[in-house]
């Protein structure tokens, strides 16, 4: 039997009825989320535009901030107070000024930037997303590779898309780093490989913090001189080495530990499961690889940056996907791995490590 019509007149009362009671909130909350690209983007052109590396010089009025950036007039205070509103500028005295986080870390003068990565997503990520609902129908990647061929290759062919992503990558395996870099019982071990390790960030953090450790990374040869010059710019080029391969077609090279981070999510479940298989044959008795992404909780329902992580991963990759945590344990205990560990990171990375 099919329920009967309600009238708008009874569907109004009840909605009225609902809001009384606090039940339903209003829209308020939706709009907000509909509606918080726009405050998304408005940081995004900052960043691109430089303005925070700008103020690091000093304060600035609108005129001035607006002139150095060669903004036109109509949207430049609009722009400049929004920012204010964000909380990612100060204003006092009609001088614009950053707020003290986005001093230390949007600074691209600083050591300490991390930039990059927003760099990316302003100038390459924001319009894939804009075609996630195509994606989504097709389940093909909206990024260079909609037509097809390889996401690096298509990547490093372009000098400033190679290194505006090895530095997002810096960018986004920083905190991860200092995580590893604490957590692991790194006193146990003595050498380790970076497989995908990008310009690397992570080589530098372990090699910064364990003076006892050599190690470096393995990575498509195109990153080669940008692992060079990122590693000099710490004075650790006698410590940390680059072995150019494909880990498709090469053996990943030996060391107690190997690590493989925010790599895994760029392939298919075959392809992931090839590669711990290969790190497995690769580790000596005793050694260990660690994982590590912004994995999704075995629930599926709270890393919501893991699961954004994922639909990014369908934007960008013919079949790559974010995991749960408890995924991962089985893909390692499946290739050998006898005992496996989850230990939480930084918001929002956990990394599973597998014991040979
Ligand atoms: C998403 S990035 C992750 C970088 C870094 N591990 C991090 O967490 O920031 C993936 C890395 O895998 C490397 N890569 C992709 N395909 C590869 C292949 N076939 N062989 C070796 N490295 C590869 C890329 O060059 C890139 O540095």
Redesign the pocket.
């Known amino acids: 039997m099919t329920e009967p019509q309600k009238s708008p007149h009874s569907l109004g009362r009840r909605l009225a009825a609902a809001l009384r009671r606090r039940s339903l909130l209003g829209p308020g909350r939706l709009l907000q989320l509909g509606t918080s690209f726009w405050a998304s983007r408005a940081f995004l052109s900052a960043v691109e535009l430089g303005l925070f590396s700008v103020l690091a010089r000093g304060p600035l009025t609108e005129r001035q901030l607006r002139e150095a950036l060669g903004l036109h007039e109509r949207g430049a205070r609009d722009f400049f107070d929004a920012l204010v509103a964000m909380g990612v500028l100060k204003r006092r005295r009609g001088l614009y000024a950053n707020a003290a986080d986005v001093e230390v870390f949007l600074d691209a003068a600083k050591p300490t930037y991390i930039g990059g990565l927003l760099e990316m997503m302003a100038t390459r990520q924001y319009g894939f997303w804009a075609q996630l609902t195509e994606g989504l129908r097709t389940g093909r990647p909206q990024n260079e590779t909609k037509h097809g061929g390889d996401l ?1 290759d298509a990547l ?1 062919a372009n000098p400033v898309h190679l290194r505006t992503f ?1 530095a997002a ?2 960018s ?2 920083l905190g ?1 780093a200092r995580g590893i870099a604490r957590k692991f019982p790194w006193k146990r071990y003595h050498s380790f490989w ?5 310009q690397g ?2 080589s530098a953090q372990l090699a910064l913090a364990h003076a006892h450790l050599t190690g470096g990374v ?3 040869p195109p ?1 080669q001189p940008l692992f060079e010059t990122y590693v000099r710019s710490f004075g650790l080029e006698r410590r940390l080495r680059f072995q150019a ?5 090469d053996p990943l090279p030996a060391a107690d530990v190997l ?5 895994l ?2 392939w298919d479940l075959e392809q992931k499961r090839y590669l711990v298989r290969q790190a497995y044959e690769a580790l000596p008795a005793g050694g260990a690889l660690i994982v ?1 992404e912004a994995m999704i909780d075995n629930e599926r329902r709270r890393n919501l940056p893991g699961l954004l992580m994922s639909l990014n991963m369908l934007l960008e990759t013919a079949g790559g996907f974010d995991f749960t945590i408890a995924d991962c344990q089985r893909w390692l205990k499946d290739a050998g791995f006898g005992r496996t560990r989850a230990l939480a990171l930084n918001r929002p990375d956990t990394m599973v490590i597998g014991f040979k």
Do not use: K, P, Q
Not at 194 to 198: L, M, P
Not at 245 to 249: L, T
């Open positions: 690096f490093y090895l990558m810096s986004i395996s991860a970076d497989v995908g390790g990008a960030s992570m393995f990575d498509l990153v391969g494909d880990f498709f077609r690590i493989m981070g925010h790599v999510h760029d590590y």
